[in-house]
């Protein structure tokens, strides 16, 4: 039986947030030689810490099943590409990044980021476990290391590269089991003087969205921004200040300093800690309820399906994403209700997507068979979707956006 603590605090007082039931890894994609063998599931089951409140799962898979080979590239995401170049530029202009400064990426996948870094002149480190997709970086131009951080590999970098000026982690900091030692290994990176900017989706917008299919086993732990002032206070991190993005469906960027020399915080993060607060995320007892909310999305979404099959209207999938593994897995949507998705990644084609074993195509199958409605299911790209996805209204379909409700355009 799994020793149920809190990863932060060590608490065994843990309040269930919200149960999905058992599904497999969500970017496990299969062969077609794999659909005749067991598939492994492991529960999908949130927690909030009575002590600390921090939401997690337990560490049911490790980092190493995961991340060691990754079937997600982030550059097949325009608008994700673009959202990196900005924050390159604004982050070198807020902190005077030139020749002489050194930024280190911590999961920088394929540099989608670092390039941009690259292109400046600006020396700099991806961290990034996966072989297959540093591979693509090291492609790129930009300088991999394949590896897990740890405070081992954070004094590593740091003895071998020197203290980096900035330390950047975009949807990195939910991924990983060890929190506390995670913390310490960015401590251990960063300059004493340095910044530490982290993106990661913001547990306020995930409960007023209803977007539980951002739950998945690889994201170990949901953040407010009060839980990830907790977690980098035990690294020796203070936040300082605090952006609210629209990336994933509603983020935050948190920017945080060495304790020793981090200062008061902005007036933004009093404003984003006051408004966890009205919204009841800084007690246990406000965070009951989500459970009822999802299970709404799932019943509308299904009907909507069933309605359109007995109608006899086509419904296919746009989009392979981890999100929609967990959405199609809770909602028991199979290849009767939805008989192929596509996505813009070659690495899924031919593969079928965990648990619910739906055919992953390339785009141009859409367009060949002309479905009366496309279920999107990377909602949260939904501006740069709608654009690729524009020849669909040529032939009168239709777009079907799930979450944060049902939307049919």
Request: glycine share 8%; aromatic share 8%.
């Amino acid at each position: 039986m799994t020793d149920l603590r809190c990863r932060l605090c060590g608490s065994r007082n843990l309040r269930s947030f919200l149960d999905l039931g058992a599904t497999p890894p969500c970017e496990l994609f299969l062969t077609a030689d794999a659909l005749e063998r067991p598939e492994p599931t492991y529960p999908l089951h949130v927690r909030v810490c009575e002590e600390c409140l921090l939401a997690q799962l337990p560490p049911l898979i490790t980092p190493e099943e995961t991340f060691t080979e990754y079937a997600y590239f982030s550059s097949y995401s325009t608008s994700w590409v673009e959202h990196a170049k900005r924050f390159v530029d604004a982050s070198s202009e807020r902190l005077g990044l030139g020749p002489d400064s050194f930024v280190v990426e911590v999961a920088s996948n394929d540099g989608y980021l670092l390039q941009h870094v690259v292109e400046r002149g600006v020396r700099c480190l991806g961290i990034e476990p996966s072989r297959n997709v540093g591979e693509a970086a090291r492609e790129r131009g930009v300088p991999t290391l394949t590896a897990f951080l740890t405070p081992e590999t954070g004094v590593q970098v740091r003895a071998e590269h020197g203290p980096a000026d900035l330390v950047a982690l975009n949807n990195v900091y939910a991924h990983i089991p060890d929190v506390v030692g995670f913390t310490e290994g960015l401590r251990a990176l960063v300059a004493d003087d340095g910044w530490v900017s982290i993106e990661v989706q913001h547990l306020l917008t995930l409960v007023e969205r209803t977007q539980f299919d951002t739950v998945y086993h690889e994201h170990f732990q949901y953040y407010t921004l009060l839980t990830a002032q907790r977690a980098l206070a035990s690294g020796g991190l203070t936040v300082v200040d605090v952006e609210l993005l629209d990336t994933h469906g509603g983020s935050i960027r948190v920017w945080a300093r060495p304790a020793a020399v981090a200062g008061e915080p902005s007036e933004r993060v009093r404003e984003v800690l006051a408004a966890e607060e009205k919204a009841g995320l800084h007690t246990v007892d406000g965070h009951d309820g989500f459970a009822e909310a999802v299970s709404r999305v799932r019943d509308d979404l299904v009907a909507f399906l069933i309605e359109a099959r007995r109608a006899g209207r086509s419904v296919v999938g746009y989009g392979a994403p981890g999100k929609g593994n967990t959405l199609l897995n809770y909602c028991g949507i199979r290849p009767d209700l939805l008989p192929y998705t596509v996505d813009r990644n070659p690495y899924k084609h031919g593969r079928f997507t965990p648990g619910t074993r739906i055919p992953v195509l390339p785009p141009e199958r859409i367009e060949a068979d002309r479905p009366d409605y496309v279920l999107v299911l990377p909602w949260n790209l939904r501006d740069e979707l709608v654009e690729q996805l524009a020849p669909v209204r040529e032939w009168g379909g239709r777009l079907v956006f799930p979450i944060p409700s049902l939307e049919v355009v």
